[in-house]
Nanobody, 116 residues
Framework: QVQLVESGGGLVQPGGSLTLSCVVSGTVFAHLDVGWYHQAPGRGREPVATITRRGIVEYENFAKGRFSISRDNAKNTLYLQMTSLKPEDTAVYLC??????????WGQGTQVTVSS
């Protein structure tokens, strides 16, 4: 059974930083395309950043220059470093995994709240 478990969320002031982690088990992590999505209240799940099994990275415009996605295949872990956080970044952040850009596995999410 494939499981994705996110951690690292929390309350941070505007301008602050957080690093999210997602540990994947039950499958060969190195074979997966993986990514981070977020879901704000009243909105659907939206992409933040993705990284393929070959290491090709893509960011949504709002994340460019502020967020950095990375993966450690030896640790079966996906990361999202977030800097210069803004109140509009407040959301539940979820990691997804799958093949050829289609994510069939999802974690439960970790809450990120940016507020003074």
């Amino acid at each position: 059974q494939v499981q994705l478990v996110e951690s690292g969320g929390g309350l941070v002031q505007p301008g602050g930083s957080l690093t999210l982690s997602c540990v994947v088990s039950g499958t060969v992590f190195a074979h997966l395309d993986v990514g981070w999505y977020h879901q704000a209240p009243g909105r659907g799940r939206e992409p933040v950043a993705t990284i393929t099994r070959r290491g090709i990275v893509e960011y949504e415009n709002f994340a460019k220059g502020r967020f950095s996605i990375s993966r450690d295949n030896a640790k079966n872990t996906l990361y999202l470093q977030m800097t210069s956080l803004k109140p509009e970044d407040t959301a539940v952040y979820l990691c997804g995994a799958g093949f050829d850009g289609w994510y069939k596995y999802w974690g439960q999410g970790t809450q990120v709240t940016v507020s003074s």
